[in-house]
C-alpha cells in the first residue's frame, strides 16, 4: 500500500511536470523566452522604436529652430484658420523649410518636405504651427503642434491629416482662436473594402506651461 501510494505521488509529480511545460504561461520571461527568436522579435521592434521616436524629436528641433530664426515671416497672430484650400496656398515655396544641413536629418526624414504655417504667442510659451508633406506618389501632409519655452520644446501634437489616395480621404478643419480654444474638425472617408465616412472634432487647450490638451467634442 505505501509503495502505491509513493507510486501515486511520483506520476501526479511527472504529470504536473508535464503540464507545467506544455501550458506554460508565455508572458513568464525565462532563459528559453530570452534566447528565442520571439523575444528578440520583440526587441528589436522596441529599439526601432525608440530610435523612431528619438528621429523624429530631432527633426522636430530642427524645423521649429528653422522657423523661430524667421519668426517675422511666419508670426501672422491670432485668429487663424486651415482648411485644405488655405493650405494649398500655403505650400508655396516661399514657406517651404530649409534645412541648413540635411545630413543632420536622419536618413528616413531626407525625403520630407517641411512647410512653416504660424507662430503665436502663449503666456509662457511660443506655439509653432508647421506641416509635413510625406514622400509618396498620393497626397499624404500632416500638420503638427508644438509648444516651445525658453528656446526648448515642451509638448507636440498631430492636430491635422490631408491625405488623398485611391481608397481613402482625410481633411481638418482647424481654428485656432487662442491657445486655450484651438478646435478641429476631422473628415475622414473611406470606398475600400468597404464605404465608410467619418466626422470628429477636437478641441485643444495649451496650458500656461505649454503642454497640449485634448478632448472629443
Known amino acids: 500500500m505505501k509503495k502505491i501510494a509513493i507510486i501515486i505521488v511520483i506520476l501526479s509529480a511527472v504529470i504536473l511536470a508535464a503540464y507545467r ?25 522596441i529599439e526601432y522604436e525608440k530610435q523612431s521616436t528619438a528621429d523624429r524629436k530631432a527633426v522636430l528641433q530642427v524645423v521649429v529652430q528653422q522657423m523661430l530664426a524667421e519668426t517675422n515671416k511666419f508670426q501672422k497672430g491670432l485668429p487663424y484658420r486651415l482648411d485644405s484650400l488655405a493650405l494649398d496656398s500655403a505650400l508655396k515655396p516661399e514657406n517651404r523649410l530649409s534645412i541648413p544641413d540635411m545630413r543632420i536629418m536622419p536618413s528616413d526624414f531626407n525625403n520630407y518636405n517641411f512647410y512653416g504655417l504660424n507662430i503665436f504667442e502663449g503666456e509662457n510659451y511660443r506655439a509653432v504651427l508647421a506641416v509635413i ?3 509618396g506618389v498620393y497626397r499624404d501632409l500632416e500638420v503638427g503642434l508644438t509648444t516651445v ?32 480654444d484651438i478646435r478641429v474638425r476631422m473628415n475622414k472617408s473611406r470606398s475600400y ?18 503642454m497640449i490638451e485634448s478632448n472629443i467634442l
Open 133 to 135: 508633406e510625406l514622400p
Open 21 to 45: 511545460f506544455y501550458y506554460a504561461d508565455p508572458n513568464i520571461v525565462d532563459g528559453d523566452y530570452i534566447s528565442s527568436e520571439t523575444y528578440k522579435a520583440l526587441q528589436k521592434d
Open 193 to 210: 473594402p468597404f464605404k465608410q465616412n467619418q466626422n470628429v472634432t477636437y478641441r485643444y487647450r495649451i496650458t500656461k506651461d505649454g
Open 149 to 180: 519655452r525658453n528656446g526648448e520644446i515642451v509638448d507636440t501634437a498631430l492636430i491635422g491629416r490631408y491625405k488623398k489616395n485611391l481608397t481613402e480621404k482625410s481633411s481638418a478643419e482647424i481654428s485656432i482662436e487662442s491657445g486655450n
